[in-house]
């Protein structure tokens, strides 16, 4: 090439134009450009040369000045619209010919620059440049406009982002909707740390963002990892700080389908013939719901009744949430996708409808009830002698929480004598059963309430109304399981296997108490469900099965669908093979549930041990969980809950001491204590 000559060239991607100076080896060329700036290029970094004259480095801005008006980008649609038909190449000095009737070079250049900036109509084939076809000028203009909205989307996001980060209201767009759920899906991810162990960065690792994730977080400048997706919602608003990603992750549904909740009105408003239309009046009984003051699905209540013969009856009546639904309908599969209702901590996620749920379903004081009743009849032991089912009405009497119960038996009123009737069979029950070889572990159990920015823990007591109730659901779930074992039923019966308890000298070598009960429940076999009858050693039963929770236990649901078409004198709506499948399908979920149960009430365990830095706490080392690390499972005896603390000195099981937390993290899952001397303790107090 000449000395002077114009080549363009392109420096990380930007058009610049500069005058050949001299060789630079064999091959390359030293070039200077408009600044002065001098650079050596191959022969393939030159990507155009302006020829007809030479020039000098300091004349290139009024070259440049000369190209301007030339660059009209709409002039290369004329071209195009020439040149389709025949579909001709052209170089860009024959496009200037064309465009310009000129072909000095100053317009050859602008032609040049307007054919390789061009993404429309067309394309470059070696030196020259061919037309695209009708057909892909339509598809690429159809691109370009795709891609014009949705960086005009992009960039109202980033609008609403911004506002949403200084705390301004957002209305979220459908198209924002879709971004914000898929980093959802990406922060639930987060739930994998406690349920799997996994480390924050393996997490990252393991699971790298999905495009629309990664192109939202880069978008915005935030890593693309679990936890930065989880920041950005909570500092979007979308989420909340406690956010609980444990349900989030499984696959329990948190709402239900509208077609699912007009199904549910259309049965309030207009009920369902009654298939059990001879059903037992009893509503002359006084019947006693008792629960928790925050219950509202009210499943079970009991009554007490003296015979003529001198004998005593207890009834224990269970809602029958079968009247208003079938099996396989879409209530009855709502419920099984359910499997149970969920309790958390923040809440509850109920297995039907609320509508139905809380209402008609349930055993509301002073109406009318459809309910499944067990009028039982024991002997002086507390065995079963005698008893009987029935599909029935009641009209509960009165609402109680079981702080009431425990005063009026604690009182003994005496206007209420069937509660201290029903207190006494309970009483004689227990016996029985423990007599029967029942196994009795009594470890403290923490209920964990979040009402707003406050979190409760109370330990639950296991108070004389908490076991008069026990028992007679016990009781109940008796009664259906020998119902079904007498009339070959197929039923969700529950069993355990006897558990190899360690030998009596060995137990009382250990700390009575907490200590001890913990051993044995390490003992404690898993219960176990089957189509047939199997027996519960922790109850001390031949035969069992829940019945007393159809509300909010799907397993409970088959009990009542099956006891209720016997007594009918039906078909039984599920066979023993089609029971089975059912079962294991619902196993499967309340696993799910009571794993999400535990997590959550764990997490806001820490939660609120974080939020108590400087409380000191008296634990009880229950047992150990890696001796040889010097790892123990201890009680908080003031909030009944178990956590592991690592210790720096040889303990004894049953040990008590004092202990702070050191580090606290919810959403990492790690707990640390410390353990603190007494004189500490005391001057923290004070």
């Avoid at 000028?137 to 909205?149: D, S």
Wanted: glycine share 6%; with cysteine.
């Amino acid at each position: 090439m000449e000395k002077g000559t114009l080549v363009e060239f392109r420096v990380q991607g930007d058009r610049r134009l500069g005058v050949v100076d001299r060789p630079d080896g064999k091959t390359r060329w030293f070039v200077v450009d408009e600044r002065g700036q001098s650079h050596s290029l191959a022969p393939r970094q030159i990507t155009y040369t302006v020829n007809g004259q030479t020039y000098k480095s300091s004349e290139i801005p009024k070259f440049l000045e000369e190209v301007k008006p030339y660059l009209d980008p709409s002039s290369l649609e004329v071209a195009w619209e020439l040149l389709v038909e025949d579909g001709e190449a052209v170089t860009p000095s024959q496009m200037a010919n064309l465009l310009f009737s000129e072909s000095e070079p100053a317009p050859c250049y602008a032609a040049h620059c307007l054919l390789s900036d061009d993404k429309l109509y067309f394309k470059q084939k070696g030196d020259a440049y061919e037309p695209r076809t009708t057909a892909q000028v339509a598809e690429r203009k159809h691109q370009i406009e795709v891609e014009t909205l949705k960086a005009k989307g992009q960039q109202e996001f980033l609008v609403r982002v911004e506002q949403a980060l200084k705390g301004e209201a957002v209305e979220w767009q459908r198209h924002d909707r879709h971004r914000l759920e898929a980093l959802e899906k990406y922060a639930a991810l987060m739930a994998d740390i406690v349920r799997e162990g996994v480390k924050y960065d393996a997490l990252s690792r393991a699971y790298p963002p999905p495009a629309p994730v990664l192109e939202t977080m880069n978008m915005l400048g935030r890593p693309g990892t679990p936890q930065g997706a989880f920041q950005l919602l909570v500092d979007l608003g979308w989420w909340s700080p406690y956010e609980n990603l444990f349900l989030r992750r499984s696959s329990i549904p948190v709402q239900f389908t509208s077609k699912v909740l007009e199904v549910a009105q259309q049965r309030l408003d207009s009920p369902t013939t009654d298939l059990d239309a001879n059903r037992l009046d009893l509503t002359h009984l006084k019947v006693y719901t008792i629960d928790d003051e925050s219950t509202t699905e009210i499943d079970d209540g009991l009554s007490w009744e003296s015979l003529s013969d001198g004998q005593e009856r207890l009834w224990v009546h269970i809602a029958d949430p079968t009247r208003w639904l079938e099996p396989e309908d879409d209530l009855d599969l709502e419920a099984r996708k359910r499997g149970s209702t969920v309790y958390l901590p923040t809440g509850m996620v109920p297995m039907f409808p609320e509508i139905l749920a809380t209402g008609p379903m349930s055993l509301v004081q002073g109406r009318i009830c459809c309910a499944l009743s067990f009028g039982i009849i024991l002997d002086s032991n507390g065995a079963v002698e005698d008893y009987s089912i029935h599909a029935s009405l009641i009209k509960p009497t009165y609402r109680l929480t079981y702080e009431d119960v425990d005063e009026m038996l604690e009182l003994g009123v005496q206007a209420e004598p069937e509660i201290a009737a029903i207190a006494n069979w309970a009483i004689k029950r227990k016996s029985w059963r423990y007599n029967q070889g029942a196994i009795s572990i009594n470890m403290p159990e923490a209920m964990i309430k979040v009402k707003g920015d406050d979190i409760s823990i109370d330990i639950l007591d296991d108070s004389s109304s908490r076991q008069l109730v026990a028992e007679m659901m016990i009781l109940a779930g008796e009664v259906a399981a020998r119902y079904g074992q007498t009339h070959n039923i197929p039923l969700p019966f529950r069993g355990q296997p006897q558990p190899e308890l360690p030998p009596e000298e060995e137990l009382i070598q250990l700390p009575a108490g907490f200590v001890r009960a913990c051993a044995m429940r390490r003992c404690m076999p898993k219960s176990e469900m089957s189509i047939t009858p199997l027996r519960h050693a922790g109850l001390g039963l031949d035969t069992y099965t829940q019945a007393t929770s159809p509300i909010r236990r799907y397993s409970d649901l088959l009990t009542h669908f099956q006891l209720k078409a016997h007594l009918r004198g039906e078909v039984l709506p599920f066979s023993a093979e089609q029971l089975k499948e059912v079962m294991m399908t619902v196993s499967t979920i309340t696993q799910e549930v009571t794993m999400v149960e535990r997590q959550t009430n764990r997490y806001w365990a820490l939660e609120y041990l974080r939020r108590h830095p400087e409380q000191v706490w008296s634990v009880t080392v229950l047992m150990w969980l890696r001796e040889d690390s010097n790892l123990a499972l201890i009680l908080l005896e003031d909030l009944g809950l178990q956590l592991p603390m690592a210790f720096r000195r040889s303990v004894t099981l049953g040990e008590q001491l004092l202990v702070k937390v050191s580090i606290a993290d919810p959403q990492k899952d790690m707990i640390q204590f410390q353990e603190i001397m007494y004189q500490e303790a005391q001057s923290a107090a004070n």
